[in-house]
């Protein structure tokens, strides 16, 4: 199987519709992979927080549909980053108003959605996206022809338990954009690799380069095997990260080595003592 993680750069002097052709120009240059990774909010930048609900668009908007049609024209699997979703207004509610959440899509071969993921995990404590953006609820998982993917955004890879509930929806391949920066890059190296390793399962981690509303972004997109071996990393820059792997090595090393067969903790409830 062959991935292609395009770690795009967001910097100030490119209007978001610019990048928006620049990237569906690079997603079609990618043609003959199987799948085509973007990175989280490279429409707006993922520190950008003030751009948000200006940049926001409906899930079926001007990104959706571009993306769309690069995968259908390039033929690939596109797991197409991030977006800031707004969602219709309730009822009642001011116009132009409705519900921000960072959603990735995943288009088919044949432009088809495939699946939508809201990011559940949001950054910020008690600022930007934690309190201008919802959170999401539901795992995510789809069925490529060669394995079964598992979806997760950026800050969601400090939570384990989301990618363990991922493997136990049939996940085999971890799939996760990013806005990472660049002052917490060792962590970025860090977790993509025990994920890999906790869940037996490859990590194919796509971040941003450039700065986000002067925040430098780490870049060094990885891909990472289930021993925790990495395949490929990038540099800091804009670049294209593309690599070869073998999704049935999942499958063996969960047979050479049954550790997720040995769980005790989580899988159901504890009992009471006395």
Same mark, same amino acid.
């Given at each position: 199987?062959?991935?292609?993680?395009?770690?795009?750069?967001?910097?100030?002097?490119?209007?978001?519709?610019?990048?928006?052709?620049?990237? $569906?120009?690079?997603?079609?240059?990618?043609?003959?992979?199987?799948?085509?990774?973007?990175?989280?909010?490279?429409?707006?930048? &993922?520190?950008?927080?003030?751009?948000?609900?200006?940049?926001?668009?409906?899930?079926?908007?001007?990104?959706?549909?571009?993306?769309?049609?690069?995968?259908?024209?390039? /033929?690939?699997?596109?797991?197409?980053?991030?977006?800031?979703?707004? *969602?219709?207004?309730?009822?009642?509610?001011?116009?132009?108003?409705? !519900?921000?959440? %960072?959603?990735?899509?995943?288009? !088919?071969?044949?432009?088809?959605? &495939?699946?939508?993921?809201?990011?559940?995990?949001?950054?910020? @404590?008690? =600022? /930007?996206?934690?309190?201008?953006?919802?959170?999401?609820?539901?795992?995510? *998982?789809?069925?490529?022809?060669?394995?079964?993917?598992?979806?997760?955004?950026?800050?969601?890879?400090? @939570?384990?338990?989301?990618?363990?509930?991922?493997?136990?929806?049939?996940?085999?391949?971890?799939?996760?954009?990013? /806005?990472?920066?660049?002052?917490?890059?060792?962590?970025?190296?860090?977790?993509?690799?025990?994920? $890999?390793?906790? %869940?037996? !399962? @490859?990590?194919?981690?796509?971040?941003?380069?450039?700065?986000? $509303?002067?925040?430098?972004?780490? /870049?060094?997109?990885?891909?990472?095997?289930?021993?925790?071996?990495?395949? &490929?990393?990038?540099? &800091?820059?804009?670049?294209?990260?593309?690599?070869?792997?073998?999704?049935? =090595?999942?499958?063996? *090393?969960?047979?050479? @080595?049954?550790?997720? =067969?040995?769980?005790?903790?989580?899988?159901?409830?504890?009992?009471?003592?006395?």
């Amino acid at each position: 199987m062959r991935a292609s993680l395009l770690q795009i750069a967001v910097e100030e002097g490119e209007s978001v519709e610019s990048r928006r052709v620049r990237v $569906a120009s690079l997603v079609r240059e990618q043609a003959g992979a199987d799948l085509v990774v973007l990175p989280e909010l490279w429409t707006t930048g &993922a520190f950008a927080y003030e751009r948000f609900a200006e940049e926001a668009e409906p899930l079926e908007g001007p990104t959706y549909e571009a993306m769309a049609k690069a995968a259908s024209d390039a /033929g690939v699997w596109l797991h197409a980053g991030s977006i800031p979703e707004r *969602t219709a207004a309730d009822s009642g509610s001011a116009a132009g108003s409705g !519900s921000l959440y %960072n959603t990735s899509l995943v288009f !088919s071969p044949s432009g088809e959605l &495939a699946a939508a993921y809201r990011k559940i995990h949001r950054f910020g @404590f008690d =600022k /930007g996206e934690a309190v201008l953006m919802g959170a999401g609820s539901e795992l995510v *998982t789809v069925r490529l022809p060669e394995t079964v993917i598992g979806l997760g955004t950026c800050y969601d890879l400090r @939570f384990p338990e989301l990618f363990r509930g991922l493997v136990d929806a049939g996940a085999e391949t971890l799939v996760l954009p990013a /806005g990472w920066p660049e002052r917490r890059r060792s962590h970025w190296t860090l977790l993509a690799q025990a994920r $890999a390793v906790e %869940n037996q !399962s @490859f990590v194919l981690a796509c971040g941003t380069a450039g700065t986000h $509303a002067g925040v430098p972004q780490a /870049g060094h997109s990885i891909v990472v095997d289930p021993w925790g071996e990495v395949l &490929a990393e990038a540099g &800091a820059g804009e670049q294209i990260l593309t690599v070869d792997f073998d999704p049935a =090595k999942v499958g063996v *090393t969960r047979d050479q @080595f049954p550790a997720l =067969k040995d769980r005790v903790l989580g899988l159901e409830p504890p009992r009471r003592a006395g």
